[in-house]
């Protein structure tokens, strides 16, 4: 079981930038497959991208494929988010937990809102 922490989310104009970042408390987080997920508003929570334990792998929802950048540091137990060209439809709280996910590991989460 691993607990995480997500942070670096907040306001930002269409077409700017942020990264977010997940802290993973824990021993097993350098074999885990970890993934961004996010819920927006009204909807339900939809996986964003994951990364393979090495970092070697990637993969994109087709909706940020492009735009995001996921990677890893094992050595710090932390995952990050890279975020450019912005849109209003990216607004979500945005989660971090293991792919396939483990239900005791959703945090609280970290909102992104993109709005000029």
């Known amino acids: 079981q691993v607990q995480l922490v997500e942070s670096g989310g907040g306001l930002v104009q269409p077409g700017g930038s942020l990264r977010l970042s997940c802290a993973a408390s824990?021993?097993?987080?350098?074999?885990?497959?970890m993934g961004w997920y996010r819920q927006a508003p009204g909807k339900q929570r939809q996986w964003v991208a994951t990364?393979?334990?090495?970092?070697?792998?990637?993969n994109y929802a087709d909706s940020v494929k492009g735009r995001f950048i996921i990677s890893r540091d094992n050595a710090k137990n932390t995952m990050y988010l890279q975020m450019n060209t912005l849109k209003p439809e990216d607004t979500a709280v945005y989660y971090c937990?293991?792919?396939?996910?483990?239900?005791?590991?959703w945090g609280q989460g970290t909102q992104v809102t993109v709005s000029s």
């Open positions: 824990g021993s097993i987080f350098s074999i885990l497959a």
């Open positions: 990364i393979m334990p090495t970092g070697g792998s990637t």
């Open positions: 937990n293991s792919v396939p996910t483990a239900e005791s590991s």
